[in-house]
């Protein structure tokens, strides 16, 4: 099945807001409400920032939220920090073949 | 905490199999599913299956069907993927998830990866 599609960068400065966003098509994102967000940095295994679309795990900062509309999700950071400074992905299952999931490439953030 | 701690990095030549362990502990193993996800340098995650624990059923994604292999040992709490017939581009760091204990469709506990090299 085909990757999500996220922009490949985006940047912000420290205290902006940015927005990554996540689309897929209506066997996955705009299926169902699964989507998760993971924040890898250099070197590091993925780590759990948003689930089910929206919910935060524990000892997520609240500046992390999570959106859908359609077939498009979006991971939104506030108030920038420096540390914020990594790779995301989203993720979704998808019902195309069995109960699979899919990732999408990527987003590198750049705190300016 | 929960913890997931896999086995060291491996270098393989094409053809051969590679078996990576992922042993859970602080949980408990049997309740929640556990994914492989791999990452080739440079790029991005591609989930590869999932094996449940307290069956061994498993389910792999289309592109793995056929070579690849997840099973589990409870008696010491460790999932293994087993991958064969390895080819160049099956170099990549992966990784075992814990599959999450709301929906389940997320991963919220991660191992710390394992190197898998192809070369001749």
């Known amino acids: 099945q085909s990757a999500l599609t996220q922009p490949a960068s985006v940047s912000g400065s420290p205290g902006q807001s940015i927005t990554i966003s996540c689309t897929g098509t209506s066997s996955d994102v705009g299926a169902y409400n699964y989507v998760s967000w993971y924040q890898q940095h250099p070197g590091k295994a993925p780590k759990l920032m948003i689930y089910?679309?929206?919910n935060r795990p524990s000892g997520v900062s609240n500046r992390f939220s999570g959106s859908k509309a359609g077939n498009t999700a979006s991971l939104t950071i506030s108030g920038l920090q420096a540390e914020d400074e990594a790779d995301y992905f989203c993720t979704s299952i998808t019902s195309s073949s069995a109960l699979d999931w899919v990732f999408g490439g990527g987003t590198k953030l750049t705190v300016l | 905490q929960v913890q997931l701690v896999q086995s060291g990095a491996e270098v393989k030549k094409p053809g051969a199999s590679v078996k990576v362990s992922c042993k859970a502990s602080?949980?408990?193993?049997?309740?929640?599913?556990i994914h492989w996800v791999r990452q080739a340098p440079g790029q991005g995650l591609e989930w590869m299956g999932w094996t449940n624990p307290n069956n061994g059923d498993t389910n792999f994604a289309q592109k793995f069907q056929g070579r690849v292999t997840m099973t589990r040992d409870t008696s010491i709490s460790t999932a293994y993927m087993e991958l064969s017939r390895l080819r160049f581009d099956d170099t990549a760091v992966y990784f075992c998830?814990?599959?999450?204990?709301?929906?389940?469709?997320?991963?919220?506990?991660w191992g710390q990866g394992t190197l898998v090299t192809v070369s001749s």
């Open positions: 602080r949980y408990t193993f049997i309740g929640y599913y």
């Open positions: 089910d679309v929206t």
């Open positions: 998830a814990r599959g999450g204990d709301s929906s389940g469709y997320y991963f919220d506990n």
